[in-house]
């Protein structure tokens, strides 16, 4: 009941005062404090609560034949949560909550997942991880730039623009020839990615697989110098 009468006060307020969540759930704010800790944690308890119905489809939808498909669909759904219910929404990126909702780290990880499923197809040129960061930034700051400046992106079209952008510094699609360091990277993630969604190869051990992990991690990040600290006695030579 203190949840619905905060996202009910939420969503027409804008803001929350915990006298008035008490005075329409009926309870008294030593009650509220006991079970939220302060009004931080009924500030997280009311997003997670907003943003479970946006989570839930999304944590029961099967994942279609192509993982661009559904990466993209979640973008637009994403953009689309956040017009919807622009204070919750506000609250989870656009604040820096003491208590921090669980919503995020969720919506995170289930964005990850399609970057996987696109690494193990060989269409990501980075790490899914960091593919993830790099999405979830661009997606919060354009549906942000949205709710708090309307004005300034008066064509919808910039949605798609912007995902469009993003996407081309990520796929592979976008890139039918890339240079060797790129096609090194984009063949150490695949690799990485396959290596993680199956069961542990017979041929190598739990130590070799490890080894053989933070090799590949270098060809998707290789360093910015032609020299590798370890080549260097060879050049001396």
Not at 22 to 36: D, H, K, M, N
Not at 137 to 143: D, Q, R, V, Y
Not at 186 to 196: C, F, G, K, P, S
């Amino acid at each position: 009941m203190i949840i619905e009468r905060a996202s009910e006060q939420l969503s027409r307020d804008g803001e929350i005062s915990t006298r008035a969540v008490c005075e329409a759930a009926g309870v008294t704010q030593p009650v509220l404090y006991r079970l939220f800790g302060d009004k931080a944690g009924l500030l997280a308890a009311v997003v997670d609560a907003v943003w479970d119905d946006y989570l839930s489809a999304k944590r029961a939808a099967a994942d279609s034949d192509d993982p661009l498909t559904d990466l993209t669909a979640g973008w637009h759904s994403h953009v689309a949560f956040a017009l919807e219910h622009p204070h919750a929404y506000q609250l989870l990126f656009g604040t820096s909550l003491t208590t921090r909702p669980e919503a995020s780290t969720e919506a995170m990880r289930l964005l990850q997942h399609k970057l996987e499923r696109l690494a193990e197809q060989g269409r990501l040129s980075i790490s899914p991880v960091d593919a993830a960061r790099i999405v979830m930034a661009a997606n919060t700051g354009l549906s942000l730039a949205l709710l708090l400046r309307p004005e300034a992106y008066p064509d919808p079209a910039v949605s798609e623009a912007t995902r469009s952008a993003v996407y081309a510094s990520l796929l592979v699609s976008e890139h039918p020839d890339p240079a060797p360091a790129s096609a090194q990277a984009i063949a150490a993630t695949t690799l990485r990615a396959a290596i993680a969604a199956s069961a542990r190869p017979a041929a190598f051990s739990a130590a070799e697989l490890l080894l053989l992990d933070e090799w590949l991690a270098r060809f998707q990040t290789p360093p910015t110098s032609d020299t590798h600290p370890h080549d260097t006695h060879l050049k001396d030579a």
